[in-house]
Nanobody
Framework: QVQLVESGGGSVQAGGSLRLSCAAS????????MSWFRRAPEKERGWVAT???????KYADSVKGRFTISRDNAKNTLYLQMNTLKPEDTAVYYC??????????????????????WGQGTQVTVSS
């Protein structure tokens, strides 16, 4: 049974930091293309960052320089280190897993339908 379980969300003041985790099981995590998405209130789910199996990463412009995506293939866990948080980062954060090809095609990484598996989400609230 495939599972993606996010954790680490919470409430923080602007300028603070949080580290999200996503524990994966039931599929070949080490070769999967992994991403973080987020859904802010009254907005569509949007792409945050993607990491390939070799550790190469890409970021949305809105989080570049503040967020860092990483993965531990030995622990089947994906991370998102979020620093210098802003109120506009308030959202439910989701991890997603896709086949390796998703990381090979830049246009696919931000497309929800390109991913096979999704977590249930974890809430991040940033107050001003």
């Amino acid at each position: 049974q495939v599972q993606l379980v996010e954790s680490g969300g919470g409430s923080v003041q602007a300028g603070g930091s949080l580290r999200l985790s996503c524990a994966a099981s039931g599929f070949t995590y080490s070769t999967s293309c992994m991403s973080w998405f987020r859904r802010a209130p009254e907005k569509e789910r949007g792409w945050v960052a993607t990491i390939d199996s070799d550790g190469s990463a890409k970021y949305a412009d809105s989080v570049k320089g503040r967020f860092t995506i990483s993965r531990d293939n030995a622990k089947n866990t994906l991370y998102l280190q979020m620093n210098t948080l802003k109120p506009e980062d308030t959202a439910v954060y989701y991890c997603a897993a896709g086949l390796p090809w998703v990381c090979r095609v830049s246009e696919a990484q931000s497309v929800l339908n390109a991913y096979n598996y999704w977590g249930q989400g974890t809430q991040v609230t940033v107050s001003s």
